[in-house]
Every structure is written in structure tokens, then in C-alpha cells.
């Protein structure tokens, strides 16, 4: 019998194209062998020139929502913009009395907002001919207090309507059109803020400050859960996803860069990247939550958040590191110019069919594994073809199959016990409740050590191959970003619900929903 369900995939296929002279494991992505001698990706940017940089160190950087136009301030108090494809400067924005530290542009690209150590925060207009800038003019302007009281960190909601910024102790929320405050608090911590983000349309905010804490508030009241304190050794930088819900940070002392979950502070990795450069925006997270970027002594080194593995591209620069909106554009410092951009897609295509790429993207060499994504991308109506067949929506797990589970781990055969932590540790989020459950019930001492090893693998780097593959197709799918792409991650969100792979779809549609609302 044909379901319904059965029925709008076959729909779906047509709509691709996708008829019986595509074969999956015959489609060939052109190409080149394994490429361990390829550390960096291809500049695609080089811009400004050695006495614009002697004239004023690039501070701060920032991308248009399209990709196509690189901001970027300086220490004498000006925003540059300039044209990525060209490496034409576009306007040149003064108004600023000494560094500019924070620049944020609004989705549509018509506003920016900067933030200065002169103790002020601009507002600009900017008109755009082609889709490109050509010129800008500040219209509001908000004294902060003097010299010493510069903003510490801003986030621009998506429209380019609503700021929330610090400065001191204080957090501020304001509405730029109005010109009117929000909402006010002069108490949210002793410690500098040195990560913002406004969530969920502009509805609740996560603020990072120098001692590893993450309050989350109600953008409207300011009011906040208990913050998580991250441990002993403060970071240097902080940086927060875009949802708010995994942080980073390297200590002023240390060489190593923590990844952390902000809901209960379980740090996922820890990795040594060497000393990092000092200065603002040296670790970044994608949009997307997917790698991390962060300046260190040797170039910027590229993370996977999921394994929490190098993605083997030391790009030569330095801070400040800015990502394009959809993850594929890193620009950050130079010795000698403004900025210099890179396409982060491999520097030659890769050789594979489309069952070879399907299984590359199960394993945990990061950089193989992001190479394999990125010829899916460029390849869309494989991409969607491939993971429309193989990737189902999450089922539902019977209570009665993981009480089964979990009475297995204290089983007196040790290959019964051995399967039983396979399998609990494979359903990841599906079992991580009933576990928790279990360690309450005063469990055995050998069967309370298990659950406890399950459960801090579950919350450190992913190693289990379905996992990591389902993380990645998700993100294809949302690097795509088209109907069909929608289609399918809304296919996938309607699984069992605390199951990660609908978490991960979800997600992705929320970041959507957020690029097409400008909000």
C-alpha cells in the first residue's frame, strides 16, 4: 500500500529531476585523490593595501548577509566596506574618535551599527546600488558615558531593529528605530561581557562574561536563570553560538581551546591550539554552530564542534576572524592588508561516488568529512537525492526497549553488557532522560559507573559514526537552503522528539527562518 508519506517522496524525486538514470553509487563527484597536503583554502580576496594597514590596524570585521560585501573598522576610527569580487572599496564611513571595536550589519544590508573606545555607539544608513553599497550616513548616535565607558559587546537583531549591547556591569536593550530603551539592568555581573547573542527572533539573549558564565534572559525583563559557571581557569575570549547554547573560550595563560554546553557547563572538548593571538574576535563560531575559528600563533585553525577534531587548515592570518552568513566565507586580519577572505570548500574537487561520500561523512577525520559536505553542496540534486533515501526521521524508542537497555548493563555476560552500552550510547539524547532516571533508583556499583561513562559520552566530542553522519547531512541540507532542502529537514524535524537528529533539524530550520525573516 502507497502512504502518503511514500507519495510526497516520489513527488519530491520528480520535483529534483531525479528519474532511474541517476544511480547513487555510480554518480561521481570529479576530482582529485586524498589531499593531506592541502592545508589551506583558496583566497578568493585580498584587500586594502600595505599603507592602508600601516595607517590603521583592521579592529573588528563583518560580513553582509549575501556575502558579497566585507565591512571592516579600524584603529583610527573608520568603517571601510568593500566589495569581496572585486576588492574595490566601496565607502568610507569616519565618525569615530580613536578604535572602533564592534560592527554589526542588519540581514537586509541597509544598516550598520558601530561601537567605539571614543564611549559611542553609531548608527548608519547605507544606500545600495546593484546589491552593493555606495554610500552611508550616520543617523543616530547614543553617548555611552565617556572614554571609559565603550561597549564591551552588541548584538544586532537580523531586521537591523533592536540592540542589545554592554557596557561596565550593565546591559541595555534598545530599540533603533525609536530610539527607545527596552529594557535596562546596571547589575548583570562584576566580570566584562565579551559575547552577546539575541535568539529566537530577538526574544531572549545569552550574554558570555570573562569568568565562563552564560546568563540567559528574557530579552523584554532581563531577567535570567542561574548562570553556569565553566570552571577554575577564565577564558581570554568567549565566544556563543548563534542559539545561545554551546560557548568557547581559551584562558589569557593557556594554549588550549574549550568547548562547552552553557545548559549545565559539561565541557565537550578541549583542544590545543597553540598560543592564540591577542586582540578582539580571535574565536568564532560559524552561524551555524558547525566549527569554530580561532587565531593563534601559527594562523587560524579550523574545529568541527561535533568531533571536536582540527579540520587541518591552518589559513595563514590573524585576528579579528568574521564568518559569511552561510559558513563558507572566513575573512580575518593580515600582516600587510586590510583583510584577506577564503572560500572554505576544498581547493580542488574531490573524488568520490555518492555512496563513497555518504560513508566519509560517518567518520571522524573532520577535514574528509567536511570535504565530502561541501562536493554534496555543490552537487544539490545529489545531495538530496542521497539523503532523502537514506536518512529517515528518528523513531520513537519503547520505554520497555531501553528499561531492557539499561537492566542489560548489570547483566552477568559481558557481551550482553557490551551491547547494552552500544546501543544506550547510539540513542544519544533518546536514552540520556531514562538514564539519568536510572541513576536515581540507587543502581549497583558496577552498573552506576556504566551509566555515568555513557552519559559523559554523550556529552563530550561524537565519535559514533550514524551520529556524525546525520549531523552533516543535516547540514548539507542547510547549506542548500532551497524548497526541496526545507522540505526535507521539515521531513526529518517531525521525528521523535528528543531524538538529535529532529533537535538538529529543527535547528536548522529555526537559523532558516531567521535568514529569509530578517529576524
Not at 542588519?106 to 553609531?122: K, M, Q
Not at 537591523?160 to 546596571?186: K, M
Request: with cysteine; net charge neutral; hydrophobic share 40%.
Amino acid at each position: 500500500m502507497i502512504t502518503l508519506r511514500t507519495a510526497m517522496i516520489s513527488l519530491l524525486f520528480a520535483s529534483m529531476h531525479l528519474g532511474a538514470n541517476s544511480a547513487p553509487a555510480q554518480d561521481k563527484i570529479p576530482a582529485r585523490d586524498r589531499r593531506d597536503e592541502v592545508w589551506t583554502g583558496p583566497i578568493i580576496a585580498r584587500l586594502g593595501t600595505d599603507r592602508s594597514n600601516r595607517e590603521g590596524l583592521v579592529s573588528t570585521l563583518a560580513f553582509s548577509a549575501n556575502g558579497k560585501v566585507l565591512a571592516s573598522a579600524d584603529n583610527q576610527g573608520t568603517l571601510h566596506l568593500w566589495e569581496i569580487s572585486s576588492g574595490k572599496q566601496l565607502a568610507n564611513l569616519p565618525g569615530h574618535a580613536g578604535k572602533i571595536l564592534r560592527i554589526a550589519l542588519s540581514a537586509d544590508g541597509h544598516r550598520v551599527v558601530s561601537g567605539g573606545e571614543d564611549g559611542t555607539l553609531r548608527i548608519w544608513d547605507l544606500t545600495m546600488h546593484d546589491g552593493l553599497f555606495d554610500d552611508g550616513k550616520e543617523t543616530h548616535r547614543v553617548t555611552l558615558g565617556g572614554l571609559d565607558h565603550h561597549v564591551l559587546a552588541f548584538s544586532l537583531r537580523a531586521d537591523g531593529t533592536v540592540l542589545a549591547y554592554t557596557v561596565r556591569e550593565s546591559l541595555d536593550v534598545w530599540e533603533i528605530t525609536s530610539g527607545r530603551r527596552l529594557a535596562s539592568r546596571a547589575d548583570i555581573d562584576r566580570h566584562q561581557a565579551s559575547s552577546i547573542v539575541l535568539n529566537k527572533g530577538g526574544k531572549t539573549i545569552s550574554l558570555g562574561t570573562s569568568d565562563g558564565s552564560v546568563h540567559n534572559l528574557d530579552a523584554l525583563t532581563l531577567k535570567e536563570s542561574r548562570p553556569v559557571q565553566r570552571g577554575k581557569d577564565l577564558p581570554g575570549a568567549m565566544a556563543l553560538t548563534s542559539d545561545g547554547k554551546t560557548a568557547a573560550g581559551i584562558p589569557f595563560d593557556g594554549d588550549e581551546v574549550c568547548i562547552w554546553k552553557t545548559a549545565n557547563g559539561a565541557i565537550r572538548t578541549r583542544r590545543e591550539c597553540g598560543p592564540a593571538s591577542l586582540g578582539d574576535e580571535w574565536v568564532v563560531f560559524s552561524p551555524q554552530g558547525r566549527s569554530l575559528a580561532v587565531a593563534g600563533s601559527e594562523g587560524i585553525i579550523l574545529f568541527e564542534i561535533a568531533t571536536g577534531n582540527v579540520l587541518k587548515r591552518r589559513l595563514p592570518g590573524r585576528a579579528p576572524i568574521a564568518f559569511s552568513a552561510d559558513g563558507q566565507l572566513l575573512a580575518c586580519g593580515d600582516e600587510k592588508l586590510t583583510a584577506i577572505v577564503y572560500r572554505l570548500r576544498p581547493a580542488a574537487p574531490l573524488m568520490a561516488t555518492a555512496e563513497e561520500l555518504w560513508q566519509q561523512l560517518a567518520g571522524t577525520d573532520a577535514d574528509l568529512a567536511f570535504e565530502s559536505a561541501m562536493a554534496l553542496i555543490e552537487d544539490a540534486k545529489l545531495a538530496k537525492r542521497l539523503i532523502a533515501e537514506k536518512l529517515k526521521p528518528a523513531a520513537a524508542v519503547p520505554p520497555e526497549r531501553l528499561a531492557r537497555l539499561i537492566a542489560d548493563l548489570d547483566d552477568d555476560r559481558f557481551a550482553v553488557r557490551d551491547q547494552a552500552v552500544r546501543e544506550l550510547t547510539a540513542l544519544r539524547q533518546i536514552a540520556a532522560a531514562a538514564l539519568g532516571k536510572a541513576l536515581k533508583a540507587n543502581p549497583s556499583l558496577e552498573t552506576r559507573q556504566r551509566i555515568e561513562d555513557i552519559l559523559k559520552c554523550l556529552h563530550g566530542p561524537i565519535s559514533h559514526p550514524e551520529t556524525l553522519r546525520m549531523i552533516r547531512a543535516v547540514e548539507v541540507l542547510e547549506s542548500i537552503a532551497d524548497a526541496d532542502a526545507r522540505w526535507l529537514l521539515q521531513r526529518l524535524a517531525g521525528g521523535a522528539a528528543e531524538a538529535e537528529l529532529t533537535g538538529e533539524a529543527r535547528a536548522a530550520l529555526e537559523r532558516l527562518g531567521k535568514t529569509r525573516n530578517g529576524k
